[in-house]
Each structure stands twice: as structure tokens, then as C-alpha cells.
């Protein structure tokens, strides 16, 4: 199975700053045959069901806001929020789609400072 | 609009079996793959099982492997999750979820308690 690691498990940032969730993979999640990362965020807010982020590790959702942006290649993936907002504050989760089991990290929650 | 709603959660004892459904409506139920994850309250999200849109190909986690079945029937637009010999650490909130490779979409879940 593939295994998914995420740094850190908490974080608190102020209002308006920068926010880096970055998340490992144990083995390359890039199909080299059409050159996509299958790794996906999702966000959860408390007492809700999680809500689809970024896929194919860099594209954002319909309705997601551009302060959200997904970057990396094969192992290494990080979700930015370039300007937290109150309503940021959740748990954020990456999964990797490449084989089954679609593991999940283990979660970032994030705070406000 | 899309709609999962799961059903058939409940209070169950050690070693017993419980089904799950998904009903779900608002788009093409038969185009899709659809998926369980489940959630310990409080803990992180662990991907259950999967089935092809046609029900032709199914996976699963190690941990439910050989003890649950999923299925579908795209006639009526469910999906279902056949647990037996359950297990106190099979409590969780049971989420039905679509999506072809990553999930799209998610219902708001139904918990299962596995208790004496």
C-alpha cells in the first residue's frame, strides 16, 4: 500500500499569512503515461463531510478560492493558502488515487494564531 | 443538484453484520465509480472500498477485506455495503462517496457503533 505522510499535524497561522501543508508519498503517484499526479485535497470542516480541494495535485475544484493552490511531482505535494481566512480553518487531508487502497494522510489541522 | 444520502447505520454487536446504503441522484449514477471512506470521530479519513461503474470491479482496504462486500444496483441508483463480522474498530462514521479517480463528491455519512 501507499503510504501518505503529512507535515505538520497542526499549525497556527495568523490572518492574512501564509499557510504550507505538505504531504509524502511512499512510492511516485506521477502515471508516466499521461504525466498526472494522482494526489488530491480535501478539506473538513468540523461536524461536515470532507470537500474536494485540488486534483491531479494542482488543479483546484469548481468554486475553490485561488488562495488555494496545490504544487509537486511523483512524491513530494504541498497545499498553499497564500492568504488564510477565517473560514480556512479545518483539517486538511491529502489521498492519493494512483492504486487501491486510495490512501489518505493522517491530516493537517489548521488554526488561526 | 448531487446527492449521496447513506443509510443503515446503527448500533451493532461484535460479530454481527450491518448493510449500508447510498441513494444517490442528480447525475448519472452509472457513469460513476463510487466509494466508502470511513472516519473514527475525531480521527482522520481511511478509504474503505470501491466499485466500478458498471459493478464489474471492486476494491478494498486490507482491514475490511474478506468481511465486507460492496455492490451497487444502478437501476435504483444505490449503492451498499454488506459488513459482517464486525469488529469494535469498525466504529465510524460510514461516508458514501463519487468519483471516476478522485472524489467528487461525498454524503454526509452515517455512523456505525460496534458494541456489547
Known amino acids: 500500500d501507499i503510504v501518505m505522510t503529512q507535515s505538520p499535524d497542526s499549525l497556527a497561522v495568523s490572518l492574512g499569512e501564509r499557510a504550507t501543508i505538505n504531504c509524502k508519498s511512499s512510492q511516485s503517484v506521477l502515471y508516466s503515461s499521461n504525466d498526472k499526479n494522482y494526489l488530491a485535497w480535501y478539506q473538513q470542516k468540523p461536524g461536515q463531510p470532507p470537500k474536494l480541494l485540488i486534483y491531479w495535485a494542482s488543479t483546484r475544484a469548481s468554486g475553490v478560492p485561488d488562495r488555494f493552490s496545490g504544487s509537486g511531482s511523483g512524491t513530494d505535494f504541498t497545499l498553499t493558502i497564500t492568504s488564510l481566512q477565517a473560514e480556512d480553518v479545518a483539517v486538511y487531508y491529502c489521498?492519493?488515487?494512483?492504486?487501491?487502497?486510495?490512501?489518505f494522510g493522517q491530516g493537517t489541522n489548521v488554526e488561526i494564531k | 443538484e448531487v446527492q449521496l444520502v447513506e443509510s443503515g447505520g446503527g448500533l451493532v454487536q461484535p460479530g454481527g453484520s450491518l448493510r449500508l446504503s447510498c441513494e444517490a441522484s442528480g447525475f448519472t449514477f452509472s457513469s460513476y465509480w463510487m466509494h466508502w471512506v470511513r472516519q473514527v470521530p475525531g480521527k482522520g479519513l481511511v478509504w474503505v472500498s470501491r466499485?466500478?461503474?458498471?459493478?464489474?470491479?471492486?476494491d478494498y482496504a486490507d482491514s475490511v477485506k474478506g468481511r465486507f462486500t460492496i455492490s451497487r444496483d444502478n437501476a435504483q441508483s444505490t449503492m451498499y455495503l454488506q459488513m459482517n463480522s464486525l469488529r469494535a474498530e469498525d466504529t465510524a462514521v460510514y461516508y458514501c462517496?463519487?468519483?471516476?479517480?478522485?472524489?467528487?463528491?461525498w454524503g454526509q455519512g452515517t455512523l456505525v457503533t460496534v458494541s456489547s
Open positions: 489521498q492519493q488515487y494512483y492504486d487501491p487502497p486510495h490512501t
Open positions: 466499485i466500478h461503474s458498471y459493478g464489474t470491479s471492486t
Open positions: 462517496a463519487r468519483g471516476n479517480n478522485y472524489i467528487e463528491q
